[in-house]
């Protein structure tokens, strides 16, 4: 079973830069998504990579901020984000995709980490 764990959280003024790391043994053969959740709301999608590297996805949000990306080799899927806000805070999680359908819908992730908190003070 995958168990994956988050790490590089922490807190950065609006428009600093963070980069998020999820390490488990056997994630390379996984999709993996980083999803985030802030107090009192569900959690969101936040980028998703294919297991081969290929494909990416990201919240509309994020596009242009955020860069994931993968190494296989070492079983790790990095979430490089920039130009953060104070909206980006929350506990962030990755998750490996579990089942088929929307790259957005945590309902189709599972073996979710514990979360690494990030803040973003304005």
């Known amino acids: 079973q995958v168990q994956p764990i988050e790490s590089g959280g922490g807190s950065v003024q609006a428009g600093g830069s963070l980069t998020l790391s999820c390490a488990a043994s056997?994630?390379?053969?996984?999709?993996v998504g980083w999803f985030r959740q802030a107090p009192g709301k569900d959690r969101e999608f936040v980028a998703r990579?294919?297991?081969?590297?290929?494909?990416?996805n990201y919240r509309n949000s994020m596009k242009g901020r955020a860069t994931i990306s993968r190494d296989n080799d070492k079983d790790t899927v990095t979430l490089q984000m920039n130009s953060l806000k104070p909206e980006d805070t929350a506990l962030y999680y990755c998750?490996?995709?579990?089942?088929?359908?929307?790259?957005?819908?945590?309902?189709?992730?599972?073996?979710w980490g514990p979360g690494t908190q990030v803040t973003v003070s304005s």
């Open positions: 998750g490996v995709q579990t089942k088929g359908g929307l790259v957005g819908d945590p309902a189709n992730f599972g073996s």
């Open positions: 056997g994630l390379a053969f996984y999709s």
């Open positions: 990579i294919s297991s081969s590297g290929v494909m990416t």
